[in-house]
């Protein structure tokens, strides 16, 4: 499952994957980010994975990219953090980072909440 709200007060995009979450539920997600038109064209992402489980290969890290890579096309730049907890969830979000990253697209893993934020927080943007 996975559910996002905008934190109006942080100014950030939080979202949880929470239990299984396919390769399917990640896709979904990743193309959402077209159809917000109300999300801040310069945006911070804070993805909360310490209670999800992935159901999908490696191998679908670069499908990911892809529809993310199409997605983000109208954003000035996106900031994205993900809270991880375990060693499964660490190695496919650091995977994941190396290949998504880019000048548009920063993206970096935490252990806490906090740090996140604190990372997310550093990147000021103009338009705020």
């Known amino acids: 499952m996975i559910h996002s709200v905008y934190n109006?007060?942080?100014?950030?995009?939080?979202?949880?994957f929470k239990?299984?979450?396919?390769?399917?539920?990640i896709v979904g997600y990743l193309k959402s980010?077209?159809?917000?038109?109300?999300?801040?064209?310069?945006l911070r992402t804070m993805v909360d994975a310490r209670d999800a489980t992935f159901s999908f290969s490696y191998k679908a890290l670069k499908s990911f990219n892809k529809v993310k890579t199409e997605s983000?096309?109208?954003?000035?730049?996106?900031?994205?953090?993900?809270?991880?907890?375990?060693p499964a969830t660490a190695a496919i979000s650091t995977l994941y980072?190396?290949?998504?990253?880019?000048?548009?697209?920063?993206?970096?893993?935490f252990s806490t909440h906090e740090a996140a934020v604190s990372w997310l927080e550093g990147f000021e943007f103009l338009d705020e």
């Open 97 to 109: 980072g190396a290949i998504a990253r880019n000048k548009k697209y920063k993206y970096k893993v």
């Open 72 to 86: 983000l096309k109208c954003y000035t730049i996106v900031v994205s953090a993900v809270v991880i907890n375990s």
């Open 33 to 42: 980010f077209q159809e917000k038109t109300s999300y801040p064209r310069q």
């Open 19 to 25: 239990d299984d979450v396919s390769m399917h539920d």
């Open 8 to 16: 109006e007060e942080l100014k950030i995009l939080e979202t949880q």
